[in-house]
């Protein structure tokens, strides 16, 4: 049987998704040949690129607004160096919400001047800062929506005297936002969207050409739009898998569908996390992420009873990052509801032997 998995990432993929994708390993389109072995230029493969693209922009609602989606390599990682050298001229400000926002600020920091309006280092990256002050001079504001390891979402974005860039690798698609508010948003498809390998870039095309620096073209996002996400042979299997993700979440009813079930998994589980004497919530409450949810016990003595307790009712990928040690249940777009369930009445069954 299926396990139920809570893992932070690559992590949990829709099953029709999984059994498409696999067909298409042994035989594409009924072409009689696979999917990874035929030329990225063949019609069949541009209209999967093409229409991964345009899936993106229309379940972000950005269709006719100036956007365009690139399917990337290099990670999320790759994108915290290109943000940089395609739009830093002077002075970035960025907002340090934990791991990932640090890595940012580290490769932005290579390229100009940085302001870090607020970090929430102090709280182990516990919580989201507010009230904080970005320069008008700054040539964009970066921040992180959903704190993968930490358990933290951003809420309510503030209102930016400059370009807004976001890292949204791990709740895109998640939840309905104003996304017209962003001029640049990527997300590691490894999250909510399908396997590592390819990374999903949408921009506002006039923010682009506004630095004074050389960029070389693989890490310039003008020459991928371009070439329509085609410069170089792309992730072939990846994008593939990110566009049967897409349509996936296009057939359930789009984000406002999704976003439903989210709140409700969210719910049960922090319902779970707070009623439960056993159970303490790592992120502070109005914070709390709708993807990870970051847990401990209360008695740490309970943990063995815990662990084989979780394992035996099939769950998978609970360990908490070891940067905060405890619990993480990771529920994406595709985990099922079933499977909070299952988790929920794992810690009911703790409180019992207790
Ligand atoms: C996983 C993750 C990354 C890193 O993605 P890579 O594809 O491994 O480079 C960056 N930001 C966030 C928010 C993430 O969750």
Redesign the pocket.
Known sequence: MKKHNFS??PCILPQEVMKKASEAILNFNGLNLSLIEISHRSKDFVDVMENARSLAIELLGLEGKGYKALFLQ???????LMVAYNLLNKKAAYLNT?T?ST??IKEAKLFGELVEVASSKDGNFNYIPKGYTIPSDADYFHC??????FGTQIKEFPEVPTKLVC????DIFSRQLDFSKFDLIY?????NMGP?GT?LVVIKEDILGQVERVIPSMLDYKVHIGKDSMFNTPAVFPVYVSMLTLEWLKDLGGIEAIEKVNDAKATLLYNEIDRNPLFNGFAAKEDRSHMNATFNLADDSMKDTFDTLWKEAGINGLNGHRSVGGYRASIYNALPLESVDVLVDVMQQLEKKA
């Not at 290099?74 to 915290?80: L, N, P, Q």
């Not at 997300?187 to 999250?191: L, M, N, P, T």
């Open positions: 932070a990432g290099g990670g999320a990682s790759t994108e915290f934990g990932w890595k940012a992180t929506s959903n704190n993968t390891i890292d949204m690798s791990s997300a590691g498809a490894q999250k590592a990374t």
